[in-house]
Nanobody, 123 residues
Framework: QVQLVESGGGKVQAGGSLRLSCAAS????????MAWFRQGPGKEREFVAA????????SYADSMKGRFTISRDNAKNTLYLQMNSLKPEDTAVYYC????????????????WGQGTQVTVSS
């Protein structure tokens, strides 16, 4: 089992940047493929980005490609999401999630979830 705690959310103006972190504890972090999801107000939870166990492979939702960067530091048991050129439509609660596989965009393939961190982008 792994425990996940997100941080780094906040309020930012459109065009700004934020870096989210997800600290993992418990079982070996490097054993899990990791991902970020988000859920905006009144919307379904959606896939943002995923990263493989070693960090050598990544996958992004089309609307985030080129603006968001997912990375991980297995020595620090931490997952990151660098978000640039933020838009009001990026406003959401952002969740990190862990899976024994990697690359899947379905939330149902992720076994462990953090509590989420709020990102609010104003126009």
């Amino acid at each position: 089992q792994v425990q996940l705690v997100e941080s780094g959310g906040g309020k930012v103006q459109a065009g700004g940047s934020l870096r989210l972190s997800c600290a993992a504890s418990g079982r070996t972090f490097s054993s899990y493929g990791m991902a970020w999801f988000r859920q905006g107000p009144g919307k379904e939870r959606e896939f943002v980005a995923a990263i493989s166990w070693s960090g050598s492979s990544t996958s992004y939702a089309d609307s985030m490609k080129g603006r968001f960067t997912i990375s991980r530091d297995n020595a620090k048991n931490t997952l990151y999401l660098q978000m640039n050129s933020l838009k009001p439509e990026d406003t959401a609660v952002y969740y990190c999630a862990a899976s024994t596989g990697w690359g899947t965009r379905s939330q149902y393939n992720y076994n462990y979830w953090g509590q989420g961190t709020q990102v609010t982008v104003s126009s």
